[in-house]
């Protein structure tokens, strides 16, 4: 089976990677050619639309920004239900809005064609290592289908129900790092206050009751004042508003991830903030103590 990827960042590009390692036939499109380059270079001919990808592919994949991004690859000019055909599977691994999913997934059933909604979990580390945790939203039969393709991208691939559902999973995972990440920072904010020294600190946290994925995997990251992205923070920010959307929605109290909005909204006032990676947060905590 041809498999096509469209989106091909810090997050898309490995991913198709591994589905090309996988043994799969793969197809790419992106809009900035420079992303292309690696493709080239392995014989992975590059799409001049998503349109066209739909076409000679039995399963496409996206991986973009946001919710306007996602209906433009899907619905604009040049989309991927322009070029569909009967029995054509999607698969969005965006973090967007569950609406939007729901309504690409009307507009694709008229077509014949079956659309998943499947974000995706565990940053860039899990990306290339192929270890990401997959939330599945759509059909069973057509997440059947598709599931040796996305097992070539994730270790945990788990169906959830309708569609949008795979959405919702995700930014419930956003809202429970959200206050992960809150609270490591108030932690490390207390050990800096009293002069602990900061390596061991995590060390004995991550050993305790305390002990989660982002305390293991960032917290050496943020002793080490290191805000290099494997997640962008206007990433987080985006995921952030769509939770307190969906709160609004469903008159929702969701305080936490408010707070946590209102925090990297101040990251970004920071120079490069957006473009720091989300344990970049630390600063804020950092600044509103006195200790920048």
């Given at each position: 089976?041809?498999v096509?990827?469209?989106?091909l960042?810090?997050?898309?590009?490995?991913?198709a990677?591994?589905?090309?390692?996988?043994?799969?036939?793969?197809?790419?499109?992106?809009?900035?050619?420079?992303?292309?380059?690696p493709?080239?270079e392995?014989?992975i001919?590059?799409?001049s639309?998503?349109?066209?990808?739909a076409?000679?592919c039995?399963?496409?994949?996206?991986?973009?920004?946001?919710?306007?991004?996602?209906?433009?690859?899907?619905?604009?000019?040049?989309?991927?239900?322009?070029?569909?055909?009967?029995?054509?599977?999607?698969?969005?691994?965006?973090?967007?809005?569950?609406?939007?999913?729901?309504?690409?997934?009307d507009k694709?059933?008229?077509?014949?064609?079956?659309?998943?909604?499947?974000?995706?979990?565990g940053?860039?580390?899990g990306a290339?290592a192929?270890t990401?945790?997959?939330?599945?939203?759509?059909d069973?039969?057509?997440?059947?289908?598709a599931?040796?393709?996305?097992d070539?991208?994730?270790?945990?691939?788990?169906y959830v129900?309708?569609?949008g559902?795979?959405?919702?999973?995700?930014?419930?995972?956003?809202?429970?790092?959200?206050?992960?990440?809150?609270?490591?920072?108030?932690?490390?904010?207390?050990?800096?206050?009293?002069?602990?020294?900061?390596?061991?600190?995590?060390?004995?946290?991550?050993?305790?009751?305390?002990?989660?994925?982002?305390?293991?995997?960032?917290?050496?990251?943020?002793?080490?004042c290191?805000?290099?992205?494997?997640?962008?923070?206007?990433?987080?920010?985006?995921?952030?508003?769509?939770?307190?959307?969906?709160a609004?929605q469903?008159?929702?109290?969701?305080?936490?991830s408010?707070?946590?909005?209102?925090?990297?909204?101040?990251?970004?006032?920071?120079?490069?903030?957006?473009?720091?990676?989300h344990?970049?947060v630390?600063?804020?905590?950092?600044m509103?103590?006195?200790?920048?």
């Amino acid at each position: 089976m041809k498999v096509g990827f469209v989106g091909l960042g810090l997050m898309g590009g490995p991913m198709a990677l591994n589905i090309h390692m996988a043994g799969f036939e793969l197809m790419v499109y992106n809009r900035s050619a420079e992303r292309l380059v690696p493709f080239a270079e392995l014989g992975i001919r590059a799409a001049s639309c998503p349109a066209e990808l739909a076409r000679e592919c039995g399963v496409v994949i996206t991986c973009v920004s946001d919710s306007p991004d996602v209906e433009q690859v899907y619905l604009g000019k040049g989309g991927i239900l322009e070029g569909a055909m009967q029995g054509l599977i999607t698969v969005d691994c965006s973090t967007i809005l569950p609406q939007v999913e729901r309504k690409i997934y009307d507009k694709a059933a008229e077509l014949g064609v079956s659309h998943l909604d499947a974000p995706v979990s565990g940053g860039v580390k899990g990306a290339k290592a192929a270890t990401l945790a997959i939330m599945v939203g759509g059909d069973e039969i057509a997440f059947l289908k598709a599931k040796p393709i996305l097992d070539a991208m994730g270790k945990n691939v788990t169906y959830v129900g309708s569609s949008g559902s795979g959405q919702v999973i995700k930014l419930a995972n956003q809202t429970v790092l959200a206050g992960n990440m809150l609270g490591l920072c108030e932690g490390l904010i207390i050990a800096m206050k009293h002069g602990v020294d900061l390596d061991k600190a995590v060390e004995i946290l991550s050993n305790g009751t305390a002990s989660n994925w982002t305390l293991v995997n960032q917290g050496k990251q943020m002793v080490d004042c290191d805000w290099s992205a494997g997640f962008y923070s206007k990433l987080f920010k985006k995921d952030l508003s769509i939770v307190q959307t969906l709160a609004r929605q469903t008159n929702s109290s969701l305080p936490c991830s408010a707070l946590a909005l209102s925090l990297y909204n101040a990251l970004s006032n920071i120079e490069g903030g957006d473009d720091m990676g989300h344990q970049a947060v630390l600063k804020v905590f950092r600044m509103l103590s006195g200790l920048e």
